[in-house]
């Protein structure tokens, strides 16, 4: 296997982006030890045996299956959503540094504004339905798609911007030819940053609102005193975002193939 990696770089690049399963042996280890010593059904730590109960249980009422699809339908909407809405503003505030310059604090202060303070006013004009949780997602993970193209844009090298003007190209030329693949990196980093904050506010928004999704059954198992459902349903949000973020560092690998990495000079 490992005289045939050399001959497919691109293949051994992805596969490094698998996890190691010697990762997964800490947290196994604990699990056993945990189960080992806690056989009472305790109301605030049960044993994972009671998770894996109370996953289906959920699962036999009909509950688990719509919830987990609704929470995944608003994170792939909300990332595409705030990778659009995050490169095209980026992508337009970083070519006039004027406007960087007028926008900076403007942008810096809604970037620091906390998701959980927009929810109210979020469901004042939009009330509680999908069209809210999607908005605060797609607001509040934006930002750091928006501000990584946008530093991106300003680093771009002039002799770039000189050859595109030798070549008069027009606005959505320059951006689509020059500015896009320049900064395609720094996208990548942004939507790798937003990605886990995407997850994170979906089910902020689904604890604090009760709308539809895995948040809503997790604080309704925390309210029902359903120790066992709830570390359960904890256990998988973090099986999903852990699947999503292998997920989105091999789509990555693949994207980047054009942007080998450089070798540092001696």
Request: proline share 9%; with cysteine; hydrophobic share 55%.
């Amino acid at each position: 296997m490992s005289q045939r990696l050399p001959k497919f770089p691109f293949l051994g690049r992805l596969l490094m982006q698998l996890p190691s399963p010697l990762g997964v042996l800490p947290l196994i280890a604990v699990l056993i030890v945990w189960q080992i010593l806690q056989k009472g059904n305790s109301p605030y730590f049960p044993p994972p045996s009671a998770w894996w109960s109370g996953i289906v249980q959920s699962a036999a009422t009909g509950k688990l299956l719509p919830a987990c699809l609704a929470s995944l339908q608003t994170i792939l909407v909300g990332m595409v959503l705030a990778t659009a809405a995050g490169v095209m503003l980026g992508v337009l505030i970083g070519l006039s540094r004027r406007t960087a310059r007028a926008l900076g604090p403007l942008l810096e202060f809604c970037r620091a504004m906390p998701p959980p303070a927009i929810v109210p006013l979020a469901i004042l004009f939009l009330g509680y339905d999908e069209r809210m949780k999607l908005t605060i997602v797609v607001i509040s993970a934006m930002w750091p798609i928006l501000l990584n193209t946008a530093s991106a844009i300003q680093r771009i090298h002039p002799i770039l911007l000189d050859v595109a003007t030798s070549f008069h190209l027009s606005f959505y030329e320059r951006i689509r030819f020059v500015a896009i693949p320049s900064v395609m990196p720094s996208i990548l980093l942004g939507v790798r940053i937003a990605l886990p904050l995407t997850i994170v506010l979906t089910l902020l928004v689904e604890i604090l609102t009760s709308i539809e999704g895995v948040g809503a059954l997790m604080i309704t198992a925390q309210r029902n005193f359903q120790s066992g459902q709830l570390y359960g349903l904890l256990v998988l949000v973090g099986l999903f975002g852990f699947f999503l973020n292998t997920v989105f560092s091999m789509i990555q690998a693949i994207i980047l193939r054009r942007w080998p990495p450089r070798s540092i000079p001696a």
